[in-house]
């Protein structure tokens, strides 16, 4: 969606290491989230920031960390990566009260 | 956060009007109806939502029961492109969370 993107859309990563996902936004939206996605369990919230440094945690934070240091971007960290983490990651945007979100096209990653 | 509850699947035909209903018998007076649908392998997609009074936009139309215990989202005319899983979904805007809390949702199925 135009406004929002996320990179990359694809990873494949080994178990125990690493993995940060980048959410970019050009709309100045203050709040914004990561939703992951399994088959039977839908879309489920990680974590969400309310502003600058102002992050909480969503139902699936466990073995997740977030950051976001500038309003535009929102990264989501896998410390050390496990197969339970296989998953299309989604992002989102939300301007505030009310408002619609807007979601990224995804990251399907793929931990081996 | 209060439930809503969706038919697993709809079936329609091209050119038809679809009436998806959803009911959310414990809603709050603070709580939005949004209405999102995800096409296959793509994010979910905004399409409306309302507080009270019935709304349109260019994508479909939300008919908000008088007390607040039901909706129905309209596509006017079904097309293809309309085959998606249909989400309900209400959206609690007071204090500091904005969370969206998915469902299972309506697998919506389009007949040419």
């Known amino acids: 969606d135009a406004g929002i993107t996320q990179s990359p859309r694809h990873k494949v990563t080994e178990t125990g290491t690493p993995v940060t996902l980048r959410c970019h936004q050009t709309?100045?939206?203050?709040?914004m989230y990561w939703y992951r996605q399994d088959p039977g369990h839908g879309l489920r919230l990680i974590h969400y920031?309310?502003?600058?440094?102002?992050?909480d945690k969503g139902e699936v934070s466990d073995g997740y960390s977030v950051s976001r240091s500038k309003t535009e971007d929102f990264l989501l960290t896998l410390e050390s990566a496990t197969s339970s983490q296989t998953s299309v990651y989604f992002c989102?945007?939300?301007?505030?009260?009310?408002?619609?979100?807007?979601f990224g096209s995804g990251t399907r990653l793929t931990v081996v | 956060d209060a439930k809503t509850t969706q038919p697993n699947s709809m079936e329609s035909n091209e050119e038809e009007p679809v009436h998806l209903p959803c009911n959310h018998s414990t809603i709050s007076g603070t709580d939005y109806i949004h209405w999102y649908r995800q096409l296959p392998s793509q994010g979910p997609e905004y399409v409306i939502h309302g507080l009270t009074s019935n709304v349109n936009n260019r994508m479909a139309s939300l008919a908000i029961a008088e007390d607040r215990k039901s909706s129905t989202l309209i596509l006017h005319r079904a097309t293809l492109r309309d085959a998606a899983v249909y989400y309900c979904?209400?959206?609690?805007?007071?204090?500091?969370?904005?969370?969206?809390?998915f469902g299972k949702g309506t697998l919506l199925t389009v007949n040419p």
């Open positions: 989102a945007i939300s301007q505030g009260q009310g408002d619609g979100y807007t």
């Open positions: 920031s309310y502003g600058v440094k102002d992050t």
């Open positions: 979904i209400l959206r609690d805007v007071r204090g500091s969370n904005y969370k969206l809390t």
């Open positions: 709309e100045n939206h203050r709040y």
